[in-house]
C-alpha cells in the first residue's frame, strides 16, 4: 500500500511538472517561431474547444473567433482564411502554430528576449510568456527543405559574390550574413529569412553586407 501511495504521489508530481513545461514550450524551426495553440490562447482569454471528430479547434474569446482544422494549410479568423508561412505542426501531439501568425490573426503584440530565449505575447490586457527552445530539424516546407539541403552542400567557407549559396537575412535591419555568424543568434525569429542566392542579387533587392561576417 504505501508504495502505490508513493508511486502515485510520484506519477502526480511528474504529470504537474511535465504539464507545466508543456504549456510554455515553444520551438525555433528554421528561424520560424512555433508556439503551443492550446497553451497560449487560453493564457490569451480564450476559450479552446477541440473537435476530436472532425479535428477541429475552435477558440474563441468574444471578439476573435478562430477555427484550425487538423491537416489544414489555412487557419480561419472570423469567417476568413488567413494562411501562415509556416503551416500548423503536430508537436508532441500538439497543435503548433507561428507565433506570427497568431498575432497577426487577433492582433497581438510580440517581442522576444534574445537572451532568455522568450517570446512575449500581449493581447487583450492579457499575457502569454513562452520559452522557446532552437531546433535545427528541417521543416514541413518545399521552399526551406531545398535551401536546407543547399547549405548542407555548400557550408564551405568560401563565399564569392556571383555564387548562390544559403544566407540569412534580417528583414529589419536589411543586412545579410552567412549562417554560422554569430549575430545570426541575435536576430528576432520573425525578422530572420533564409534566402539562397547570390549575394549581388540580395544587394540588388537592397540589403547590405554584414560587416562582421561578409566584410
Ligand atoms: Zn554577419
Redesign the pocket.
Known amino acids: 500500500m504505501k508504495k502505490i501511495r508513493i508511486l502515485i504521489l510520484l506519477m502526480t508530481a511528474i504529470i504537474i511538472l511535465s504539464t507545466n513545461v508543456m504549456a510554455a514550450q515553444g520551438v525555433i524551426r528554421n528561424g520560424r517561431t512555433l508556439v503551443p495553440v492550446r497553451g497560449v490562447f487560453e493564457e490569451l482569454g480564450f476559450s479552446v474547444n477541440w473537435d476530436g471528430a472532425v479535428g477541429k479547434a475552435s477558440l474563441s474569446d468574444g471578439n476573435h473567433n478562430v477555427s484550425i482544422i487538423k491537416g489544414q494549410n489555412y487557419i480561419k479568423v472570423d469567417g476568413k482564411q488567413i494562411y501562415p508561412d509556416v503551416p500548423q505542426q503536430i508537436i508532441n501531439n500538439g497543435l503548433y502554430l507561428p507565433v506570427k501568425a497568431i498575432a497577426d490573426a487577433i492582433g497581438a503584440d510580440t517581442s522576444w528576449n534574445a537572451e532568455k530565449k522568450l517570446v512575449h505575447i500581449s493581447y487583450n490586457g492579457k499575457d502569454s510568456y513562452i520559452s522557446c527552445i532552437v531546433e535545427t530539424a528541417p521543416i514541413a516546407s518545399n521552399k526551406t527543405q531545398n535551401t536546407t539541403q543547399k547549405q548542407a552542400q555548400t557550408s564551405s567557407n568560401t563565399v564569392q559574390n556571383s555564387k548562390a549559396i544559403t544566407y540569412i537575412l534580417n528583414t529589419n535591419t536589411r543586412?545579410i550574413?552567412?549562417p554560422s555568424?554569430?549575430?545570426?543568434g541575435e536576430i528576432y525569429p520573425e525578422h530572420r529569412q533564409e534566402y539562397c542566392g547570390t549575394l549581388d542579387d540580395a544587394i540588388a533587392q537592397g540589403y547590405s553586407p554584414?560587416?562582421?561576417?561578409?566584410r
Do not use: D
Not at 555568424?181 to 545570426?184: A, E, M, N, P
Not at 554584414?210 to 561578409?214: A, N
Open positions: 543586412k550574413h552567412i555568424c554569430t549575430s545570426v554584414c560587416g562582421r561576417c561578409l
